[in-house]
């Protein structure tokens, strides 16, 4: 199948990329991090106020747009461009992560998996080719094949869910009918090497536009991610882009964009946003109910150029929360956003300029230092 899409690298330093890949909807230029827009919307963010801040990709979850308001619906209402009003490219996941989440209510076989509805327990099935129709319906420019998420260290599910999903891999490919969406694969085997090193060969080997790096970040430590990084980096295609799902802090983001890794996305940072906390780039969190921030100044961080940092004092932020007023938890959310989306900028101008490495040395080191 012949697809429109290009990328490119532009430069490396190390490990680390930058490139650019072309998608119907724009070009996105890596590395980046995408907002996660669960249910066609990022959490208290409007998407005027994520092209403010810079955002070029945003993720949206395909089991529940399935569940509701329903995937053909969105189709009818002309895509998911058109139904959230977000002009840029859009990925969607499987929906794989969610139905395995499900661990009382699912039942897995080799075509597929049953399960039932968190929204009102009605019963359902999604098999690759399913997955596949759902997220053509919803048309986003990046979607991915539908795979097996076990849990890290348990060996024996792992090999069993590795045959899964790289079978279910090969049907996504037959099943996808749209060229003018890009498919990616997805790299499983939790923390085992061999098992990481076997699913990468075999994902690599069946050509799609992009790879994608899943079962991480879901209570493994940070040296057993970096491990699986270490080991999927040189077998994956150097002229494709490369996913790591589910990942947000600003330390990850350097970690693993040292370890080849292009693309970004995760809930956490609107989630702590709407529990008060936020990061500083230079390293931990603050959270703003604390009683030390009450007459508090200084912006959250006096070096982050986003909206809230540049309009608000700690003292205002901490009154929001008190006060339960919802505009706390946009203007957090604002921060913690803007706060990954420009580091991973900044890492892209860095390896261009061949200064990657000290750039990371220095804020990890910063980083180190200042978590509190």
Not at 75 to 87: I, N, S, T, V
Not at 135 to 153: H, K, S, T
Not at 347 to 360: D, G, V
Request: charged share 20%.
């Amino acid at each position: 199948m012949a697809y429109p899409f290009k990328f490119g690298l532009e430069a490396k330093d190390g490990r680390a990329r930058a490139g650019r890949f072309t998608t119907p909807h724009g070009i996105l230029e890596t590395p980046l991090f995408a907002p996660v827009g669960t249910q066609a919307s990022v959490k208290a963010i409007t998407p005027a106020q994520l092209d403010e801040m810079g955002a070029s990709l945003v993720l949206a979850n395909t089991y529940h747009l399935y569940l509701r308001p329903g995937d053909e619906l969105v189709a009818e209402l002309g895509g998911l461009h058109e139904f959230m009003q977000w002009p840029n490219p859009i990925l969607t996941d499987s929906g794989g992560f969610q139905v395995f989440s499900l661990s009382g209510t699912r039942q897995v076989d080799e075509d597929g998996v049953d399960f039932q509805s968190h929204l009102d327990g009605s019963k359902h099935r999604f098999t690759p080719e399913k997955a596949i129709a759902i997220q053509e319906n919803l048309g986003a420019d990046i979607i991915m094949a539908f795979d097996e998420c076990p849990e890290p260290d348990n060996r024996a599910y792992n090999e069993e869910a590795l045959q899964r999903t790289h079978a279910w891999a090969e049907r996504c490919l037959v099943a996808q009918k749209r060229q003018d969406q890009a498919l990616f694969g997805i790299v499983q085997g939790g923390i085992f090497s061999d098992l990481r090193t076997q699913s990468a060969e075999f994902i690599n080997s069946l050509d799609f536009p992009g790879n994608a790096i899943g079962g991480l970040s879901v209570g493994e430590s940070k040296s057993e991610m970096h491990a699986v990084l270490d080991i999927v980096d040189p077998i994956l295609a150097e002229d494709k882009p490369r996913y790591l799902m589910g990942v947000g802090t600003p330390e990850d983001l350097i970690e693993c964009v040292r370890r080849g890794i292009d693309f970004f996305d995760c809930v956490l940072p609107t989630r702590l946003g709407r529990n008060n906390s936020v990061f500083l780039r230079a390293g931990g969190r603050l959270n703003l109910k604390n009683l030390e921030f009450s007459s508090d100044t200084a912006p959250i961080d006096e070096h982050c150029t986003c909206y809230t940092c540049t309009t608000f004092t700690r003292a205002y932020l901490r009154h929001l929360i008190v006060a339960k007023e919802m505009l706390s938890a946009t203007l957090l959310s604002i921060h913690n956003l803007h706060t990954l989306i420009q580091l991973a900028k900044d890492m892209r101008s860095a390896i261009l300029n061949n200064a990657f490495e000290a750039f990371a040395s220095s804020l990890l080191s910063q980083q180190a230092k200042l978590v509190r």
